[in-house]
């Protein structure tokens, strides 16, 4: 090989590789993943997680790492305890209070009026019809508002 064809193979070869790389990253899908009850703990407040109708996720879109909590509550105040500077690109999953089925934390609607684990207070419902009529009705947000001008 002379030295022009050497240069062009070391050249190509080295634009190559980092296609080659990307081209395995692995994808991550912001699926739910399971909680060992009794035996996991909230990433916050380090209390076992067992109430299955309280339980959140919080899932890096960026490295796949879950993080678990015992209650809602937990999520903001870590957010902001841990400086996390991708929670806007989180995907978030809790418990339907009613249910115990997964649903999104930003999409659910929460009531105030209910006893938690760590005594946030906040339920969440998968639709609004599902909180009772004397009830007040909080968003995401609201709730996020809600935690961190109380503290804790």
């Known amino acids: 090989m002379n030295n022009i ?17 990307s081209a395995c990253e692995k994808e991550i899908s912001g699926e739910i993943q ?9 990433d916050r407040c380090k209390m076992v997680i067992s109430d299955r109708k309280h339980a959140a996720q919080v899932i890096n879109m960026k490295n ?7 209650d809602i509550g ?4 870590w957010f902001k305890e841990e400086n996390i500077t991708w929670k806007d690109n989180a995907k978030i999953w809790i ?3 009613d249910t115990g089925k997964w649903i999104d934390a930003r999409k659910a609607f929460y009531d105030g009026m209910t006893v ?3 005594a946030y207070g906040f339920a969440a419902h998968e639709t609004k019809k599902a909180i009772k009529p004397d009830l007040e009705v909080f968003t995401f947000s609201d709730m996020e508002k ?5 503290g804790r």
């Open 5 to 21: 064809s050497r240069r062009n193979f070391i050249l190509l070869s080295g634009l190559g590789i980092p296609f080659f790389f």
């Open 95 to 97: 418990t339907d209070v």
């Open 64 to 70: 796949g790492r879950v993080y678990k909590f015992d």
């Open 34 to 42: 399971e909680i060992k009850w009794d035996r996991d703990m909230c």
């Open 146 to 150: 809600r935690v961190l001008a109380r």
């Open 74 to 77: 937990c999520v903001p105040l």
């Open 116 to 118: 938690t684990p760590m």
